[in-house]
């Protein structure tokens, strides 16, 4: 491996070129020495917070890499099959293979929908990543203004999917497994009913849907609603590379690491964003996250290439915004461990901050690559239970 001292650069792909991906690769370039290679399925970068404006024709959802990637960095489109530990290569689809002294594990996350629930693989759309969101978009233009549309997921996506459509002036129902936004205040989630329920949305809760078929959805208590088109936002899941590679994984998938997000199996593999498990407590999947844990994940690379010790985690919320259609939105408070506030603002006030949040995200990316290494994060301390000194290999119970 080659040191600062020597003239061989030190090699680092960074597999994923997402929100967490792409500052991980724009902040290695703090230092002149480090061939960065980004693998990325796609062209382009996705604005994954932007999806559901994409799919109802509100928004687009796709940037160039060139303005967001800062110079020397390749950026290589292909997928990644998997990492070979012991040749040090992060093997591709199309073949070819890719030597690393270092892997920024950065894969993100996918859309989930259940095999458990009949038809639903087979009838629903999920909006988790850009080919499945470009799959609704057209489907939603086939059909009329008229047709049931069914959201199934209380959560943000599902709300934010809702919202954007019954503003168009579709007709959707809601299904909230067990609430609707179980992640906001009890007044914020007030708020939110509020409005879905002015703006015509039905929301269902607590309701399961036990099977989704071409024109309806079947509830767990036998009840059956038309639905022209049934939506999925019912949670993520990640891809199956580090598993398929042989590491250590959380029971959904996600790298196991330590508090340095460095891999327990191997101190050459960091991970960053959706696809991480620090002390197999992942944060919560998000944009808001994955960017710091991209960061954190180049900081780390950055101290082994230096020889000193990386830090720990020292990521804290503040918070959630939600989009309600173009005109509304609501700005939830929160503390650093992600639990939600009795503070809140909404109508166009959380509008215009949602959507500068969204274009914030974007922007972050061009100013490291203009001045890597000038973003910070809100520190919120070492994590509960999880000293930032946690040794790796050790996973909490």
């Known amino acids: 491996m080659s040191t600062p001292g020597h003239h061989t650069p030190t090699k680092v792909v960074v597999i994923g070129g997402g929100y967490a991906g792409t500052l991980a690769a724009n902040r290695l370039r703090m230092r002149a020495d480090v061939d960065i290679a980004v693998v990325n399925p796609r062209p ?26 800062g110079e020397d960095i390749q950026l290589v ?45 087979e009838f629903a759309f999920d909006i988790a990543e850009f ?27 599902g709300i934010e999917m809702a919202a954007e459509l019954t503003e168009q002036g579709r007709r959707v129902t ?38 989704v078929r071409p024109d309806a959805v079947v509830f767990a ?42 891999s327990v199996d191997d101190d050459r593999i960091v991970a960053a964003g959706d696809a991480a498990a620090p002390s197999d407590q992942p944060l919560r999947m998000s944009c808001y996250a994955a960017g710091p844990l991209g960061l954190q994940a180049a900081n780390t690379v950055l101290s082994r290439i230096a020889g000193t010790d ?22 939830q408070f929160g503390r650093t461990d992600d639990t939600a506030m009795n503070v809140y603002f909404g109508g166009r006030l959380g509008a215009a901050y ?12 061009r100013r490291e690559a203009r001045r890597p290494g000038s973003l910070v994060w809100v520190k919120g301390g070492p994590r509960p239970e999880q000293p930032a000194s946690a040794p790796r290999g050790v996973t909490a119970p």
């Open 174 to 211: 809601l299904v909230c497994g067990r609430t609707l936004a179980p992640s906001l205040s009890a007044p914020g989630r007030r708020y939110v009913a509020k409005w879905l329920s002015r703006h015509g949305v039905a929301v269902l809760e607590p309701a399961m849907v036990s099977e």
């Open 310 to 331: 990386p830090a720990g985690i020292g990521l804290g919320f503040v918070g959630s915004c939600v989009s309600l259609g173009r005109r509304a939105g609501i700005r």
């Open 77 to 121: 489109v292909d997928s990644a099959t998997r990492i070979d530990t012991a040749a040090r290569t992060v093997r591709l689809a199309s073949g070819r293979a890719l030597d690393y002294d270092y892997v920024i594990y950065a894969v993100g996350s996918t859309g989930a929908i259940p095999s458990s629930v009949p038809g639903a693989a």
């Open 44 to 69: 382009k970068f996705v604005e994954r917070i932007r999806l559901h404006q994409f799919v109802a024709g509100t928004g687009e959802a796709t940037v160039d890499y060139g303005t967001l990637l």
């Open 354 to 365: 949602k959507e500068m949040t969204c274009s914030f995200a974007v922007s972050k990316i």
């Open 221 to 262: 208590d036998g009840a059956v609603r038309a639905s022209a088109l049934t939506i999925w936002a019912g949670g993520f899941g990640v891809p199956e590379l580090a598993a398929a590679s042989g590491l250590l994984t959380d029971a959904l998938g996600r790298l196991l690491t330590d508090e340095t997000l460095t």
């Open 131 to 157: 080919e499945s969101a470009q799959r609704l978009r057209v489907r939603l233009g086939e059909l009329p203004l008229d047709a049931p549309v069914t959201v199934v997921g209380g959560g943000l996506t």
